[in-house]
Every structure is written in structure tokens, then in C-alpha cells.
Nanobody, 123 residues
């Protein structure tokens, strides 16, 4: 079973950038891929981005063009580069292992969730 640990969150101003990291251990990356989700207070956990085992990526419309997911297989680490941050991006960001072939948008299809890292965008 994989274990993941997120890091890199913080308090930034609108327009700033942050890079989140997700370090995986154990069985390393899932055959399906690795995803990022986020959850704002009072809201459901929402899909942000995924990188499949073959390297293909997919993004939520709300972050497309601003966020980039990537990975370093040698370090068993997945990154989320976040540019042009907005206050609406404020949330706890989670990394998770895609555990089956179900919808990429549904958290139920992911396992090995990390503890999350807080991102706050505020002036």
C-alpha cells in the first residue's frame, strides 16, 4: 500500500505561485496514476488534476492554464505547480493514488490519501 505525504502549502497573495509536492512510498505510483484534490471549508472535496502512469495529464476547468501537474519518478514524487493563484484557490490540497478505473473526479476512486497541505490566497 502506498503512502503519500503532501508539502509546500502556505499563505500567498493573489497572483503568486506555489509548488506543492507529494512524496509517495511503499508500492510507489499506482498503475492508474496520481491525483490532486482540494477541499475548502464547508465544501466538498473537488478534483484538481491527475497524472496517469503513462504521463498524460488532465485538469479541472477551474485550474486549467494556471496549474501544472508533473512527476519525478526517480524521487517517487508528484508536483502541483500553481501559478496566478486566486482567493478561490484557498483550500486544503490533498494528494491521492488512483486505485481503480472509475471516474477521475470522484474521490471514492482514490486511495492512500495524504494528510493535506493548506493553501491560503489572501491579500
Amino acid at each position: 500500500q502506498e503512502q503519500v505525504v503532501e508539502s509546500g502549502g502556505g499563505l500567498v497573495q493573489p497572483g503568486d505561485s506555489l509548488r506543492l509536492s507529494c512524496a509517495a512510498s511503499g508500492r510507489t505510483f499506482s498503475v492508474y496514476g496520481m491525483g490532486w484534490f482540494r477541499q475548502a471549508p464547508g465544501k466538498e472535496r473537488e478534483f484538481v488534476a491527475i497524472i496517469w502512469s503513462g504521463g498524460r495529464t488532465y485538469y479541472a476547468d477551474s485550474v486549467k492554464g494556471r496549474f501544472t501537474i508533473s512527476r519525478d519518478s526517480a524521487k517517487n514524487t508528484v508536483y502541483l505547480q500553481m501559478n496566478s493563484l486566486k482567493p478561490d484557490d484557498t483550500a486544503v490540497y490533498y494528494c491521492a493514488v488512483k486505485s481503480n478505473s472509475g471516474s477521475i473526479h470522484d474521490p471514492i476512486n482514490y486511495g492512500s490519501w495524504g494528510q493535506g497541505t493548506q493553501v491560503t490566497v489572501s491579500s
